[in-house]
């Protein structure tokens, strides 16, 4: 027998991003296309300034491609209106990012909860599940504590509860671990890893750091505005 074939979680086809200002224009990537089934994790690599921001902000309906397409699920993602791109995004998207972003005023539980309490969630019911997620990144004795509070690693932990917390399909994370020294960094990668794993879910991260790239399912590099797939195991 064949094994069953996972089911494709994300289609680029042909995606073009095009910067005019006046009469110039920059072309940061053209005729990107790629795959991604469900349940794999992904590794953008490429140097600073390639564009993997931008894609991961296309993929996630943060930004627009001037031409292609983006499929999620069922979803055409680059067709989709203001607000039906809002609800994908706070139903079926997590988002983490270099900096955490995380609300000062709020705890770290409050800030957890914000996705669910921005969706209508009661404070209680949102602040219960966000319990149960800083408990999952290890962060529950740290609950009631402002983000200032938290050293950089606690608050990438608190950032990954919040994404996390919709249950989403799809995660989206861009250098998250590249404003931490090696030792967190590598913390909150396996941990990153941990939450894919055990919640089965279809990961793209983008990355500098090679180690981190290696350790996952499949590595694009994003170059001169082309994409090329590279085996894991050549990464150095």
């Not at 994790?41 to 921001?53: I, R, W, Y």
């Not at 001169?224 to 085996?231: D, F, I, P, R, Y």
């Amino acid at each position: 027998m064949h094994p069953i074939e996972q089911a494709e979680m994300l289609a680029v086809e042909g995606l073009n991003k095009v910067f005019r200002s006046g009469e110039n224009q920059l072309v940061l990537f053209q005729n990107l296309s790629f795959r991604l089934r469900q349940g794999e994790m992904l590794a953008l690599v490429g140097e600073s300034g390639a564009g993997k921001s931008t894609l991961l902000h296309i993929l996630g309906a943060l930004d627009r491609p001037t031409a292609g397409t983006v499929r999620c699920g069922e979803h055409e993602v680059t067709s989709l209106s203001e607000d039906d791109a809002s609800e994908l995004r706070n139903r079926d998207i997590g988002y983490v990012w270099q900096f955490h972003y995380l609300l000062p005023e709020f705890t770290a539980l409050e800030n957890a909860a914000m996705p669910l309490l921005l969706r209508g969630v009661p404070r209680g019911q949102a602040e219960q599940e966000a319990r149960r997620w800083l408990q999952a990144v290890g962060l529950a004795q740290r609950a009631h504590h402002r983000s200032g509070e938290l050293s950089g690693g606690e608050q990438q932990r608190v950032a990954l509860a919040r994404a996390l917390i919709t249950q989403p399909k799809l995660l989206l994370a861009d250098e998250p671990t590249g404003d931490l020294d090696a030792r967190t960094a590598e913390a909150v990668f396996e941990l990153i890893a941990r939450m894919h794993r055990e919640h089965q879910l279809t990961s793209v991260l983008a990355t500098h750091n090679m180690s981190f790239a290696r350790r996952c399912d499949r590595v694009l590099r994003l170059q001169a505005g082309q994409l090329e797939e590279l085996a894991p195991s050549t990464l150095t």
